[in-house]
């Protein structure tokens, strides 16, 4: 039974919680105005009734004093008889009394009416006592009266003691029917009050029902539905079945507009999708790293770039930390400037310059931005730009070197030749004929050691402009011999051997004559500038041999210059063509500005194709590279209607075949 009481106790309670607190005030003010009502009502009822108790007391005291004074002789005369006749006639003539009894000076009963009468009363021989009030006075002359409820009604007993000439004869007891139009109503009042009372909170319980089914409910429904939608959840719907009512059309108004927030939103996501897809696309391309962390300094995307140089998955970007997975040397210079953006306390860009060791060794440049929202006032995530710039480094290096190895090539003939000409200009009637033939010589050789240099930087900066050449049929005799002619006098006197290979019936190579010479030049004079005494410089020309691997090969004529030099070490091999740099700054000093295989580099690289080379040291080098066969315009034409001849020579730098491998090397000839 308790747990019974109790769930009807929660039931009630959570049904309590379920109206608004309109209605809850709503349903107190119906109590508190129905209680005041009905408080009121009972309140008048109350009043009544006390009226007509008190109109029942005196109606009671006035016929009891009457009936006594005219009944007191009778019971002094002991007249019975007529006691009764005139108790009964007097009963009768009023609806009023309910009973009558005499009792003598000791209480007991000697008449009553209506349950007893003289007859009776002879004929019993068990007499009755009467009960009087505790109160009852027998001194008193005025009647007693009181009102008790009986099984039969409320009613009034007025005691009134029997006198005459002064003697107590006894006492007159009278029951007093209420006045019954006062009592019909007051109860008619009462029953209506309380019907009242039941029928406003019928009413209020039946409002509050129909409140909740048809109203709060809906409303409930509509503010889940609100704060569904406020939380992002478009596919929110209201099933209510309603009418044509204001909370109908409502409800159909909320549908119709969680229906197009939906729409909207798909269609926002799609477009978002459409754009981060193309946002990514174009970070994951581009060739510098680049690296969005949020605010909890949690990388949100990464590209292949950035993964790359810190050894990322490309997949997918590190969890946790940022700073746990970059390398030690940024993690030491960018964790204060990290967490300083991820609080706000510095929103301009910086830059960091930071060397890396491991796994290779190489320097990047690091820059820092924050990303706000639209107020510019909260981070939202902090966006890292990766760029490696060890290339850029090594240039500058080598740019400050060629810089200071220029200055001092262009210084040293220049002050030859002032201090010549100073001496000439002071001292030329001092000098005898032959020491002023020698001077205007070493000004004239210095003037062209001074054009010299000067002609290379014009060179590689003409190369490097994209100046358009014109590449017609070309004889490779023609460069070869004009070079050896040109060397031939440079290399009796360093007592080096100039050596001519050339297979015959070569075809004719797309090239320029002037370009070619230019290499041929440089490549021939680096061989007898590193070459000893008793050396030797060869220059082959031969058809590509074609290979399983290489079949189009065989559409080339390749071209070697070997000698029998120092050599370059294996880990200059790499940067041999890269401008300003110079090999023999590691092993001796000798004149240039490390500019010649750069611009030969540029020359084969018009002529579409590369360089290569194969060296050791102490023993010497060999430079080849590859020019395509010239092809006349008509069977150029028939030409493209097979494509499989052509050659892609860029691809062909690792699986190149070794000139040594198909003819034996400068070393092997001499």
């Not at 009768?92 to 000791?106: F, G, H, Q, V």
């Not at 040293?412 to 000439?424: A, M, Q, R, Y």
């Not at 460069?479 to 001519?500: F, H, V």
């Not at 290499?519 to 050396?535: A, C, E, I, Q, R």
């Amino acid at each position: 039974m308790v747990e019974l009481f109790q769930k009807i106790r929660i039931l009630i309670a959570d049904w309590w919680q379920d109206f608004t607190l309109q209605t809850r005030l709503m349903a107190a003010a119906t109590l508190v105005v129905s209680l005041i009502m009905s408080s009121l009502t009972f309140w008048a009822v109350n009043t009544i009734q006390l009226d007509a108790r008190l109109n029942d007391t005196r109606f009671g005291r006035d016929l009891g004093l009457l009936l006594a004074s005219n009944t007191a002789p009778l019971v002094e005369s002991q007249k019975l008889d007529e006691l009764a006749l005139f108790s009964r006639r007097f009963m009768e003539s009023t609806s009023s009394i309910r009973y009558m009894l005499y009792a003598n000076p000791d209480g007991y009963i000697f008449f009553g009416i209506p349950y007893a009468d003289t007859a009776v009363q002879n004929s019993l021989t068990l007499s009755r006592r009467m009960q009087l009030p505790d109160n009852y006075v027998k001194s008193v002359d005025l009647p007693m009266v009181r009102q008790h409820l009986t099984p039969a009604g409320e009613v009034t007993d007025v005691f009134v003691p029997l006198k005459a000439k002064g003697n107590y004869l006894g006492v007159l007891a009278l029951g007093i029917n209420p006045n019954p139009t006062v009592v019909a109503s007051s109860h008619l009042t009462r029953d209506v009050t309380i019907a009242v009372f039941v029928c406003i909170w019928v009413m209020v319980i039946l409002g509050a029902v129909f409140n909740a089914l048809t109203i709060t409910q809906p409303i409930k429904e509509l503010l889940t539905g609100v704060k569904n939608i406020a939380a992002g959840n478009f596919k929110q719907r209201i099933d209510l079945s309603r009418g044509g009512d204001e909370l109908g059309e409502l409800i159909q108004s909320f549908n119709y507009m969680a229906e197009r927030l939906e729409r909207y939103e798909e269609q926002n996501i799609e477009e978002l999708t459409a754009e981060k897809a193309k946002l990514e696309r174009l970070v994951s391309t581009i060739a510098d790293g680049a690296i969005l962390i949020d605010a909890n300094m949690e990388v949100v995307l990464a590209n292949t770039a950035a993964s790359r140089i810190f050894g990322w998955d490309t997949q997918l970007p590190p969890e946790g930390d940022v700073l746990q997975h970059l390398p030690k040397e940024v993690r030491v210079q960018m964790t204060q400037p990290l967490y300083q953006a991820a609080k706000g306390d510095s929103s301009e860009s910086q830059e960091f310059r930071i060397a890396l060791t491991e796994p290779i060794s190489r320097t990047i440049r690091v820059l820092l931005n924050s990303v706000l929202d639209q107020s510019g006032e909260t981070v939202k995530g902090i966006a890292l730009t990766i760029q490696d710039i060890t290339r850029e480094v090594a240039l500058n290096a080598a740019k400050s070197q060629f810089i200071s190895n220029i200055s001092h090539e262009l210084r040293t003939p220049l002050f030859n030749i002032k201090s010549f000409i100073e001496t000439l200009y002071e001292y030329g009637d001092d000098l005898s004929d032959r020491e002023r033939q020698e001077f205007l010589e070493t000004a004239n050789h210095e003037t062209d050691r001074l054009t010299r240099l000067v002609n290379d930087v014009l060179d590689l900066s003409r190369l490097e402009s994209n100046r358009g050449y014109q590449f017609n049929a070309l004889d490779i005799h023609q460069p070869i011999e004009q070079t050896l002619r040109t060397y031939k006098l440079n290399a009796k006197d360093k007592e080096i051997e100039l050596i001519q290979e050339i297979e015959d019936g070569l075809p004719s190579v797309l090239g320029n004559y002037d370009l070619m010479l230019q290499v041929f030049g440089n490549l021939v004079g680096n061989g007898l500038k590193f070459s000893s005494p008793g050396g030797c410089v060869a220059i082959r020309a031969y058809r590509a041999p074609s290979t399983v691997d290489h079949p189009d090969f065989a559409g080339t004529v390749r071209i070697e210059i070997a000698d029998t030099g120092i050599g370059i070490a294996p880990e200059d091999q790499d940067a041999i063509f890269d401008r300003f740099h110079r090999v023999e700054n590691r092993v001796h000093t000798l004149e240039g500005t490390g500019l010649g295989l750069s611009i030969v580099k540029n020359i084969i690289s018009k002529h579409n194709s590369r360089m290569y080379l194969v060296s050791e040291v102490g023993i010497g080098t060999t430079f080849w590279f590859d020019l395509a066969v010239y092809e006349p315009p008509v069977a150029k034409a028939e030409s493209l209607l097979e494509p499989d001849t052509n050659r892609d020579l860029e691809n062909d730098k690792e699986d190149a075949i070794s000139p040594v491998a198909v003819q034996s090397t400068p070393q092997e000839s001499t």
